[in-house]
């Protein structure tokens, strides 16, 4: 295979993931938006987390929901909690890393926030002591997984969402998560801004 042809690979591999995932995860999206919309549009914010390329797509969330994604409308509360290197490397020497997002959230949430948790395992031990954490403070979670959804989606509640890419390949899980991420904010754009104009 000449690397034209990987070049394609790559391309029709992502296509098909997202193809899967289209015929599975529509309603959980959906869902998944609104329970955002009524947490924003109750003065509630989103707690964003993931490790790695998770964490990536955790900041770009924020990004979105902070200043804009499409439409022109006011700054909406999202905060990464992966962005803060002084809190997170005290909290990784101080305690241990697994505790990294759950100290802050069960400093910052609210009950009725919403935590958005990203791993495309399902797996990370900091991620699932996020949502242990969120239910403490009586936050609802919307969790990005993949594969089999992992440890994860055995600690979710009945109120939370879980949005689970069902495909192996680590790269494939994470382009799902992003077109996911984007879906998210268009829904709640449309929830809470649908009737403004000025899309750019």
Known sequence: MNLSERIAQQFHE?????QIALDQLNPFIERAGLVMADCLQREGRILACGNGGSAGDAQHFSSELLNRFVMERPGLPAIALTTDSSTLTSIA????????FSRQIRALAHPGDVVLAISTSGGSENIIDAIEAAHERGAHVVALTGRDGGVMAMKLAESDVEIRVPVEVTARIQEVHLLVIHCLCD??????????????
């Open 14 to 18: 992502s296509i098909e993931a997202k």
């Open 93 to 100: 020497n101080d305690y241990e890393f697994r505790k990294v």
């Open 187 to 200: 829904l709640i754009d449309q929830q809470l801004f649908g009737g403004m104009g000025g899309t750019t």
